[in-house]
């Protein structure tokens, strides 16, 4: 009987270990069966429940920006605190939020998540999923951006739940190839309804940045749209024209690379990944580009006190710039504060003066107001209805 209990709970703990199952339901099932197995032998012989507390969880992008986090940030925080940091991947933040709004308790099983866009922080402060952050065991948090902070700031009272880490642009992909440089950035937007793309088009699934582009390209400020009629007709002339929504940055990566597609919204960071690996790959920032930053979000019913100490050691120089150099993002990191290597001044979206003044971001109060609107109706236009 022991000896299955002992089994047992090695399973459990190699779920835990895996992911598959949540800090909270860990440490019940570990309460429940612990007692009867006297904690001894496997795992369990020296670490008991307190080990929970020596691994968090952090869901991210994926690809390379994965890649990034894992081999500069998280490897050496294990290497130098002993805490496992259980990496899993998204495609898109709506998705995402459903996982979360779904586990049990709400949030509990997630820790950490690159969330994009200050939109985002606002829709988990509005769950209620949100901390507040000690900012004092975050003392690198001094380096990071005012401006990109400041944000977050007004959403939660002048408190934090997460740190900014790293921002950048949804431009426009294209294959210089077949679309020459000077073509272009005459179409700024409008090269996503070009009729010489016509089969060769491709753009993210995500109903904001579809949405934000048929803005653009009919004139429209993103924030601020006043014709939408305009801005579904637009959609609605795209959609056929599209080859491939894409859902990841990987797949947006090898659409490009293997020629599939000659034009596309793109993050900077994987169009830069493309170019440094010799792709033709040019790269557009039209008026009023889609402008973002990312950051890393604590949802609530995380141990603070490791997930605190995570953050300040992701925001240590030498751990911020080798990940934004891996991910091709630049840091939040001031450059006025701290010096920046050319690898990350030469990045796409790349601002020396730390102000980020001209970056156009989008309105969390506009957008998350017609969330629900604006993506079923894309979901219908994407669909062909």
């Known amino acids: 009987m022991k000896h299955d209990l002992q089994e047992k709970l090695d399973r459990l703990f190699e779920k835990y270990m895996n992911g598959e199952i949540g800090r909270r339901d860990f440490l019940k099932f570990l309460g429940i069966a612990g007692a009867a197995v006297g904690m ?70 997630f820790n950490l998540a690159h969330l994009s866009g200050v939109f985002d922080y606002a829709r988990y402060a509005g769950l209620k999923f949100n901390v507040v952050l000690d900012e004092s065991k975050i003392p690198n948090l001094k380096n990071v951006m005012t401006a990109m902070i400041e944000p977050y700031r007004a959403i939660t009272n002048g408190t934090l739940s997460a740190v900014p880490y790293d921002y950048g642009q949804t431009g426009i992909a294209y294959n210089t190839k077949h679309i020459p440089k000077d073509t272009a950035e005459k ?13 060769k088009l491709g753009s993210w699934g995500d109903w904001r940045t579809n949405i934000w582009y048929a803005a653009l390209h009919t004139g429209q400020n993103p924030n601020k749209i006043s014709d939408m009629k305009a801005v579904w007709s637009a959609l609605e002339q795209q959609v056929p024209m599209v080859k491939k929504y894409w859902g990841s940055g990987a797949e947006l990566m090898s659409l490009l690379a293997n020629e599939e597609i000659y034009a596309t919204v793109a993050w900077s960071g994987r169009v830069a990944a493309l170019q440094a690996q010799g792709h033709p790959i040019g790269f557009l920032s039209p008026h009023n580009c889609y402008s973002w930053q990312e950051c890393i979000f604590v949802t609530k019913g995380t141990d603070l006190d490791v997930a605190q100490t995570l953050l300040n050691f992701m925001l240590e120089p030498k751990a911020a710039i080798a990940v934004a150099v891996g991910q091709k993002y630049p840091s939040s990191l001031d450059p006025t504060k701290v010096p920046m290597p050319e690898a990350v001044k030469k990045l796409p979206a790349f601002d020396p003066t730390g102000k980020l003044e001209g970056y156009l971001f989008a309105d969390p109060a506009f957008w998350n107001s017609h969330q629900v609107e604006f993506a079923e109706k ?3 236009i994407k669909a062909g209805g």
Do not use: N
């Open 378 to 380: 894309w979901d219908r």
């Open 187 to 199: 179409l700024g937007a409008s090269l996503l309804w070009d009729k010489a793309v016509k089969g």
């Open 40 to 109: 001894v032998g496997g795992p369990f012989g020296f670490c008991g429940p307190a080990y929970a507390a020596k691994s968090i969880r952090f869901d991210g992008w994926g690809g390379v920006v994965s890649e990034a986090f894992r081999e500069h940030a998280f490897q050496p925080f294990t290497k130098a605190t002993g805490v496992k940091v259980i990496d899993g991947e998204f495609g898109d933040m709506d998705t995402y939020l459903t996982r979360v709004k779904a586990s049990f308790p709400p949030g509990g099983e």
